[in-house]
């Protein structure tokens, strides 16, 4: 068959359609599990720290596990699988999908693929997390609060990822880590819990590091995460585009690794930074900048005078 003929059938090829069924219910209720354990850990956390339970081994423990796996998802699911702000090697790629799953927000096929849906229709029918879905009335925003920072995780409808991620599912590396999503997610929670038990020579120390460093840990990165979603798509400033309500969030700037400098990414999706302007920490784009430096990526896609003029120019139109 010719080039002409394959690009002719490819023309004539209806489009995928947004959404690929629903989740199987053992999927469902594993998705349950994942977000509401962590959620009812980190209820327990304030009790627990407050007269027992937690040592600086605890808190070291947690504090590397949620870089290591908040950085998967700021770097890798988001900054290079989703919107490819840079070009990694082999080794960079695979270890930023295993570093991302090991977040426990689902394997990187199915976050790309939910992410890039988003962008295709943010803030509009067919958004996975718009908070603006319901109406502007109090009830609706507070309704659409609770949509986009969780309750769209328990919504059965799949975005389909040979729509939305074909290139992702071509790729025999990335769509192996993503079946594998279940061993990293033992790996995620019980590595802390095998670390500390370790260091500790105790069953204690064990318990304690599966506690803060897995279960705690995942719940707070689940939060931060959910927020950019739901609190930078509410309230915060908006100076770079106002064709959606992404703003920036400058609280959230150190939690969020510089994903909380929402508005500027949604007014230029591939820039590898976030945090343009003065004094906005984007640790992110500081790491993305040392695997530059290191030859691991390249092909950075740094926002530069011209790109910044040029959007700074369209904000005000």
């Excluded at 009812?40 to 937690?54: D, Q, S, T």
């Excluded at 808190?59 to 900054?79: E, M, Q």
């Amino acid at each position: 068959m010719s080039p002409s003929t394959v690009s002719a059938s490819a023309k004539k090829a209806p489009p995928q359609p947004m959404l690929d069924g629903k989740k199987p219910r053992f999927e469902f209720l594993i998705v349950h599990a994942f977000v509401l354990i962590p959620m009812l850990a980190l209820a327990a956390a304030v009790p627990l720290a407050w007269g027992w339970g937690l040592s600086w081994l605890d808190a070291g423990l947690a504090v590397c596990f949620y870089f290591l796996s908040g950085f998967g998802i700021t770097a890798g699911f988001h900054r290079y699988f989703t919107h490819r702000a840079f070009k990694a090697n082999r080794g960079l790629r695979n270890a930023l999908a295993i570093a991302g799953s090991l977040a426990l927000q689902g394997d990187v096929l199915t976050w790309v693929a939910d992410h890039r849906r988003h962008h295709a229709f943010t803030d509009k029918e067919g958004d996975p997390h718009s908070p603006w879905l319901f109406g502007t009335t109090p009830a609706a925003v507070a309704r659409g609060f609770w949509h986009s920072h969780m309750g769209w995780t328990f919504n059965r409808d799949r975005t389909n990822v040979a729509r939305f991620a074909p290139d992702l599912l071509a790729d025999r590396d990335i769509s192996r880590i993503a079946r594998q999503f279940p061993l990293w997610t033992v790996v995620s929670l019980l590595s802390p819990a095998l670390l500390g038990g370790l260091i500790t020579m105790t069953w204690w120390g064990a318990l304690t590091a599966f506690f803060w460093a897995g279960l705690v840990r995942v719940a707070v990165l689940h939060h931060v995460t959910w927020s950019v979603n739901s609190i930078c798509h509410i309230v915060g400033d908006r100076p770079w585009t106002h064709r959606d309500r992404s703003t920036n969030v400058w609280p959230l700037a150190i939690a969020s690794m510089g994903e909380s400098w929402h508005n500027l990414h949604h007014a230029d999706p591939t820039c590898a930074r976030h945090g343009v302007e003065r004094g906005q920490l984007d640790m992110t784009a500081r790491l993305i900048w040392m695997f530059e430096k290191l030859g691991w990526a390249h092909d950075v896609r740094w926002p530069t005078p011209k790109r910044l003029a040029r959007l700074r120019a369209s904000a005000q139109t």
